[in-house]
């Protein structure tokens, strides 16, 4: 399983660099995305994949008995979730600000074109 999980991983870097090197601001924040969530994915892989338990303190127990999951990648990778949607909320604001005032998301033709208004 984590075979494939690491090449779907490589795959999504891969292919959110096409799309981040692809000069139009669209496809950057795509692939802006995608690298998110392949980070997302590599730091859930590194907490090893398992079919544990989820990581409950019984009662009277000081600790979690037994095979449980590890609580910390899912907690690390719910934050980055917030962050990464707070992000793409806010580039994608930016680009049709751009948009508005140039006319194009192109970013070869925003460095040669003349604000409007």
Same mark, same amino acid.
């Given at each position: ?6 090449? &779907? ?25 995608? &690298? ?82």
């Amino acid at each position: 399983m984590e075979l494939i999980m690491a090449a &779907l991983i490589g795959l999504m870097a891969a292919v959110s660099v096409y799309l981040m090197l692809a000069g139009n601001m669209l496809r950057f924040i795509v692939g802006l995305s995608l &690298l998110s969530n392949a980070v997302n994915l590599a730091i859930f892989e590194a907490g090893r994949l398992s079919f544990a338990a989820p990581p409950f303190i019984a009662e009277g127990e000081k600790a979690p008995t037994g095979d449980v999951a590890n609580a910390l990648p899912q907690a690390l990778i719910l934050t980055a979730i917030v962050i990464g949607f707070g992000l793409l909320a806010f580039t994608l604001v930016l680009v049709y600000r751009l948009y508005g005032a140039f006319g194009t998301v192109e970013i070869d033709e925003i460095e040669n074109a003349e604000p409007r208004g």
